[in-house]
């Protein structure tokens, strides 16, 4: 297999210890790496895939613990460039005993939202089999959205084929439209689209899995499968043939922290979809890893090994 290649904005996060305390009176909290691209990157190396993660960290503390923590989980980092001039992302989390928890973000001007096409012409794509691509880059400024774009032209130069998640983060958009309009058209060169139920919504007015997978089949020639995220639903596929698939969750206790799921989920089916395994396969493994994501602390910490994943499925073989 080749490598996977993703590019994103790599942050650190500094989740609360107390629960149900808002983030003005958390006084403790605890530091994990974070960013959706980094977060699929990690998991695919822990499954033994090679990755190629391509940004740009700043030189301070941040910076070098997020290389640290990529070169020791074996995500390629030759594309990982350093701006002294900017800081590193970060954010905030919530700790919830339930639902979704609040998160508040340090990104502006940060190192990756200023990697440019200067930085991009020195992406080798040779050995790249699949890059997995998300709206989130593509948000953070007018050079992220020019890199995103020539990344693209690219990759559909060399056939290589792209899984693409929304992300949806309406703050780094200036209006919803235009993160609508721009969302679904980078969805058009992808192969692969993976929104949310959510997601979903907001990007096509629909909230029915069909629908949302029939807008994206037929907006564009080049996708070839949709794939509805339902959360502890399960998943709901549709490929450009016709072909129709739902897939229960797993349920799972207790539920830590939501976030991460989504890209667990994706870990899951890159990986699956890679190894030839058949779709039905690979949306039980993505929402495996989903399940999993959710019952620990980091936003990627739950990410299983190969002997992880086997241990988790014996352990639900109802759902499996």
Not at 71 to 76: A, E, I, L, S, T
Not at 125 to 149: M, P
Not at 217 to 222: A, N, R, T
Not at 262 to 276: N, R, T, Y
Request: hydrophobic share 40%; aromatic share 8%.
């Amino acid at each position: 297999m080749g490598t996977i290649l993703t590019i994103g904005e790599p942050m650190v996060v500094f989740k609360a210890q107390e629960t149900n305390v808002s983030l003005a009176e958390a006084a403790n909290f605890q530091k994990f790496s974070a960013g959706a691209e980094l977060n699929v990157a990690l998991g695919l190396a822990r499954l033994w895939h090679a990755t190629e993660y391509v940004s740009a960290v700043g030189q301070d503390p941040f910076g070098a613990y997020l290389q640290a923590e990529m070169r020791r989980n074996h995500v390629g980092v030759t594309n990982l460039v350093t701006k002294a001039a900017y800081p590193t992302g970060f954010y905030l989390k919530q700790n919830v005993d339930h639902g979704d928890p609040a998160v508040y973000y340090f990104r502006r001007g940060s190192a990756a939202a200023h990697y440019d096409l200067n930085d991009l012409r020195g992406v080798d794509l040779t050995q790249v089999q699949l890059a997995h691509l998300s709206g989130i880059f593509a948000a953070l400024s007018a050079e992220s959205l020019a890199v995103y774009r020539q990344l693209n032209r690219e990759l559909l130069q060399h056939n290589i084929p792209v899984t693409f998640d929304p992300n949806l983060r309406p703050t780094l958009w200036s209006s919803t439209a235009e993160m609508v309009r721009v969302t679904n058209q980078l969805a058009q060169t992808a192969t692969v689209v993976l929104p949310g139920l959510g997601e979903g919504e907001t990007l096509t007015g629909s909230r029915d899995p069909e629908a949302i997978a029939d807008f994206y089949l037929h907006q564009s020639e080049v996708t070839q499968l949709v794939v509805v995220k339902l959360g502890a639903q399960g998943a709901f596929a549709q490929r450009a043939t016709g072909e129709k698939l739902w897939v229960p969750g797993f349920h799972v206790a207790p539920v830590v922290d939501t976030v991460g799921a989504g890209d667990g989920f994706a870990v899951g089916l890159i990986s699956a979809l890679q190894e030839k395994l058949s779709l039905e396969q690979a949306l039980r493994r993505a929402c495996a890893i989903g399940a999993m994501a959710v019952q620990v602390m980091g936003d990627n910490d739950g990410y299983p090994t190969p002997e992880q994943l086997k241990t988790f499925y014996q352990e639900h073989p109802t759902q499996n």
